[in-house]
């Protein structure tokens, strides 16, 4: 059991967090600053200083929050498939209708790469993403057989192809035909896996 003051240090990181993703999302990350963050979180400068040293690290911590909450939208999604083929296509949906929500647009894909740069931007990606591309891709494997390749390479790839959609969607979020032609041609990818 947490002591009151434990709950008390998890609830003020919480109200920092939302307080930047709401920030972060609506003016971006240049044009908010650390004050106003607190401000909108209702702690003091001291309090929000005790848990995070700059607003990158802030940036950082959104960032995570998003990808594990994405993580977590995409699994279930795909819990839903019976067929290892339905879970791909019901992640690739949950993953495009992600892309259209303003804080992932504006934090993941536009402004957390550019923050925190592009490797760390795609470390933390794939540091969540690769399990469960490499579930799927299991999956798969064991539902319809599939070349002999290395799946953690095929992995790193597929996720590169995903950021890639991720982000053509997010910028380009009314444009139905480039939604569907992303969606057709990561599913082929992982047909030409196949045998």
């Known amino acids: 059991m947490k002591s009151l003051r434990e709950e008390h240090a998890i609830a003020t990181r919480e109200a920092i967090l ?7 999302t609506s003016k971006g990350y240049d044009a908010s600053s650390i004050d106003e963050v ?18 990158r690290e802030i940036m950082r911590a959104v960032f995570e929050a998003l990808e594990s909450e994405l993580k977590d939208r995409i699994t279930l999604a795909a819990n839903r498939a019976r067929k290892a083929s339905e879970a791909m296509r019901l ?8 892309c259209l929500d303003d ?6 894909f536009e402004q957390a790469p ?12 794939a540091e969540y993403a690769m399990g469960l591309l490499l579930d799927l891709l299991a ?18 790839l597929f996720l590169a ?13 009314n444009d139905a035909h480039l939604r569907r032609q992303c969606e057709k041609t990561l599913e082929a990818f992982l047909r030409g896996l196949e045998d």
Request: zero cysteines; hydrophobic letters at 50%.
């Open 18 to 24: 939302a307080a930047a993703r709401k920030l972060f």
């Open 38 to 55: 607190a401000a909108v979180a209702r702690v003091t400068s001291g309090a929000l200083y005790h848990h995070f040293r700059n607003k």
């Open 139 to 156: 999956r798969l494997r064991k539902e319809r057989g599939a070349g002999n390749y290395d799946d953690r390479v095929v992995a790193a």
């Open 114 to 125: 550019r923050v925190l740069g592009w490797e760390q931007w795609r470390a933390i990606d």
């Open 103 to 108: 804080d992932i647009r504006s934090i993941v």
């Open 161 to 173: 192809a995903l950021a890639e959609a991720g982000l053509q969607i997010a910028l380009n979020r």
């Open 91 to 98: 992640t690739l949906r949950a993953l495009f209708d992600a």
